[in-house]
C-alpha cells in the first residue's frame, strides 16, 4: 500500500514528505490510525518505535514501557477491551514471552483493533537467536502484514488495524532489522480520531474457559478462511505484469531487492504472508513460466505453495540463514539460471576488516564483576545484556547463557545436581531481574538453594540504548514516579541475604561477593553503579600511564577496558601500555589493579 491510492491521495493533499526510518514510520503510522494506548519492552531492533511513539502528544496516546513483552501484550489488550485502538511492541524473541498470552487473545479477537508489531533480526545481529514470526504466527492463527519500505510501515498500520477490526482478530504487523533501521521518505497524513467503542460485555468472547474456547475454535478458523478471501481482491496484494518467463512471489524487504535485481520480472507483492490468497497465488503462477519465491529466513510462503499443489522453487537458490541482500538475491538468480552468470558484479573489492572482538564500554560497572567472578572461580550462569560480552576473553568469567531470566533458574538447577566442583552464581541485569528474573529468584528461596545471584544495577536498560524502567524512577517520557527498590523485592520474596556494593570498588566487592558465597542459601549481592553512556555519558578525571613505573606485567589489561592498549615502549621484553585519554571515562578500576602505581590521574603531579 506504499504506493496505492491512499498514499496517493495523501500527495494530492500536499501533506509533508520526510525521510524517516522504518521504526518511526511504524509509530507514526500507529498515531495517525489513531491508537491511544501503547505498551512494550524494549529490544533491538524494535526499540525506537515506542521511543518514537512517546514524541506524539500525551492527550493522543498513551505510551509506557512495560516489564516485559506479555505484560506489554496484555496492557494493549486491556486498552483493545475498553474499545480504543492499541499497539503492542516487541522483537522476535519478545514474541516468546508474550505467546501465553497471544494464543488465547486470537481466539478472544478485538474489541478496539490490536495490532503486535514483531520485528525479526535476520542475520542475528543483536539476538540470541534467529527465528521467523511469521511461523509463530501461523501457528497462533494471527494474519501477518508485511511492509517493505517506510512508506508502507506507515500505511500499513492504518490497514491492519482496518483488518484488526473487520475480522476481530489482533494483526502482526512484521518488521525486520533492514526495514527498521533504514530511512526512505514517508508521505505524512494526518491523525485519525476513531470513536471509541462500548465495552463487549460477552464472557463467551472474553473468558477463554474451555467450554467458551471450543466455540471460538471454530470462529477463528472461519475467519482464517475470510481473511485470505479478503486478501484476494484488496490492494495489500499486488500483481506487477512483465516478463512471464520467470515470475517472483516476495514480499517484506525482499521485495525491494527483487525490483533491484530482476526488474522486468513480473512479480505478485504479497502484502501479507498469513493468510494467503490461494486463487490469486495459482492464477499468479498459471500466468508465468516458472515461480521463484524470494523470502527471507524460512520458506513459510514456499511451503505452502507445496502444500497447495502449486509448482515454485525458492529455498534451493537462497538460504534460510541470515538476511538477504541484493548481491545474495542476484546471485540466486543466477543459480536459478533467471539471469546469466554475467550479471555477477564484476569488481571484487578485496577488504579485510581490522579484528574489532566486542568489549564493555570504558568505565563500564559490569567489569569488576566478573573480574572479582573469575577470581573466586565461580560457576557463573549469566543472562541477556551488555554483560554477556564478559563471556569472551579478556573477562571470560560467564559459562551459560539461554534467554531473558534464565539465569538464576539455570543456576537453581546446576545447584541441585549434586556437583559441588565450584560456586554457583547467577548475574542478571537490573532490567532482565524485572522482566524474568522475580519468578525464579522466588523459586531458589521455595526451594532453598544454596546459591548467590550478583544483580548486575546500572540503572538502565543499556543494551537497547538507555531506556527507563521500574528501577529508574522515571516513565518512558521522563515523568518521575515510584522507584522500585532491589533489597526490598529481594527480601520479600525471602533472601535473607542481601547486600549492595559500589561497582567501582575491587576491593569491596571481592570480600563482599566472598561473604555472599559463604552464606548457606540464597545470597543477593546488588553491584550498584550507573552505565556510564546512558542515558547521559559519565565522566570523570581522565588516568594516564606514568611509562617510568609501568613493569609490562598486563594486569590492566586484563580489565578488558578499550581504553587501555600497548604502547610503542618495551620492559622486559613486553610491551608497556597507554591510556587513550580522550575515551577514559576515569572509572579508576585499572589503578586498582596495577601493582606499581603506574596508573595515575592525568593531572597529578
Not at 577488504?351 to 563500564?364: D, F, H, K, Q, S
Request: proline letters at 5%; charged letters at 25%.
Amino acid at each position: 500500500m506504499g504506493r496505492n491510492a491512499t498514499t496517493a491521495a495523501k500527495k494530492i493533499a500536499n501533506v509533508e514528505t520526510k525521510p524517516l526510518m522504518g521504526n518511526e514510520a511504524l509509530a507514526r503510522g500507529a498515531w495517525e490510525a489513531g491508537v491511544r494506548v501503547a505498551a512494550a519492552y524494549p529490544g533491538t531492533p524494535s526499540t525506537e518505535i515506542l521511543e518514537s511513539v512517546s514524541t506524539f502528544p500525551k492527550e493522543d496516546i498513551v505510551a509506557q514501557w512495560s516489564t516485559n513483552e506479555k505484560v506489554a501484550l496484555d496492557v494493549a489488550m486491556g486498552a483493545s477491551f475498553e474499545g480504543v485502538r492499541s499497539l503492542s511492541v516487541m522483537k522476535h524473541v519478545g514474541l516468546n514471552v508474550a505467546s501465553d498470552a497471544l494464543m488465547s487473545m486470537t481466539y478472544i479477537g478485538v474489541n478496539g483493533g490490536l495490532v503486535i508489531i514483531v520485528c525479526d533480526d535476520p542475520g542475528i545481529h543483536s539476538s540470541q537467536n534467529e527465528q521467523d514470526t511469521r511461523l509463530f504466527a501461523r501457528f497462533a492463527m494471527v494474519p501477518v502484514l508485511e511492509p517493505s519500505d517506510a512508506e508502507e510501515a506507515l500505511s500499513y498500520m492504518s490497514a491492519a488495524y482496518d483488518l484488526s477490526e473487520k475480522f476481530d482478530t489482533p494483526v502482526i504487523v512484521r518488521s525486520t532489522t533492514r526495514l527498521s533501521h533504514t530511512r526512505s521518505p514517508v508521505t505524512l497524513g494526518e491523525r485519525t480520531e476513531v470513536a471509541r467503542r462500548d465495552f463487549d460485555d460477552n464472557p463467551q468472547k472474553n473468558v477463554m474457559i474451555p467450554s467458551h474456547a471450543r466455540i471460538r475454535h471454530s470462529t477463528l478458523i472461519e475467519r482464517e478462511k475470510n481473511i485470505a478471501e479478503y486478501l484476494e481482491t484488496n490492494e495489500l496484494t499486488r500483481w506487477e505484469k512483465a516478463d512471464t518467463s520467470v515470475g517472483v512471489i516476495t514480499s517484506s524487504i525482499s521485495y525491494g531487492y527483487v525490483k533491484e535485481v530482476l526488474p522486468n520480472a513480473s512479480v505478485l507483492k504479497l502484502g501479507g504472508s498469513y493468510p494467503l490468497p490461494e486463487k490469486k497465488i495459482r492464477d499468479f503462477a498459471d500466468s508465468v513460466d516458472r515461480v521463484i519465491i524470494v523470502e527471507e529466513l524460512e520458506p513459510a510462503i514456499e511451503n505452502q505453495l507445496k502444500i497447495w499443489n502449486i509448482k515454485a522453487q525458492g529455498k534451493e537458490f537462497f538460504s534460510r540463514m541470515g538476511e538477504l541482500s541484493p548481491e545474495l538475491v542476484r546471485d540466486g538468480f543466477i543459480k536459478a539460471g533467471a539471469l546469466p552468470a554475467e550479471a555477477g558484479i564484476a569488481d571484487v573489492f578485496e577488504i579485510e576488516p581490522v579484528p574489532r572482538p566486542p568489549v564493555l564500554c570504558a568505565g563500564c560497572p559490569h567489569t569488576s564483576s566478573y573480574m572479582v567472578l573469575r577470581q573466586v572461580e565461580a560457576r557463573v550462569a549469566g543472562d541477556i545484556g551488555c554483560y554477556t560480552l564478559a563471556a569472551v576473553e579478556p573477562l571470560r568469567a560467564i559459562d551459560t547463557c539461554v534467554s531473558m531470566g534464565s539465569s538464576i533458574a539455570n543456576a537453581v538447577g546446576m545447584a541441585k545436581s549434586g556437583v559441588e566442583e565450584k560456586p554457583i552464581v547467577a548475574t542478571i541485569g537490573d532490567s532482565t531481574f524485572l522482566h524474568a528474573g522475580i519468578p525464579p529468584l522466588i523459586d531458589a528461596v521455595y526451594n532453598e538453594a544454596n546459591i548467590t545471584v550478583m544483580l548486575l544495577d546500572n540503572h538502565t536498560v543499556a543494551m537497547t540504548g538507555g531506556q527507563d524502567h521500574a528501577g529508574t524512577g522515571k516513565t518512558l517520557r521522563g515523568d518521575e514516579t515510584h522507584r522500585l527498590n532491589f533489597e526490598d523485592v529481594c527480601r520479600a520474596v525471602g533472601v535473607k541475604w542481601v547486600q549492595t556494593v559500589d561497582s567501582y570498588d575491587l576491593g569491596a566487592m571481592y570480600k563482599t561477593l566472598r561473604e555472599a558465597i559463604d552464606f548457606k542459601g540464597v545470597s543477593v549481592l546488588i553491584s550498584d553503579r550507573p552505565c556510564v553512556l546512558d542515558p547521559v555519558k559519565i565522566k570523570g578525571p581522565a588516568l594516564a600511564v606514568i611509562a617510568d613505573n609501568c613493569t609490562a606485567c598486563q594486569s590492566c589489561m586484563n580489565v578488558g577496558c578499550p581504553s587501555i592498549s600497548w604502547s610503542d615502549e618495551w620492559f622486559d621484553g613486553r610491551h608497556k601500555v597507554k591510556i587513550d585519554t580522550s575515551t577514559c571515562v576515569g572509572c579508576a578500576l585499572c589503578p586498582q589493579v596495577c601493582p606499581s602505581d603506574a596508573i595515575q590521574p592525568l593531572n597529578r603531579s
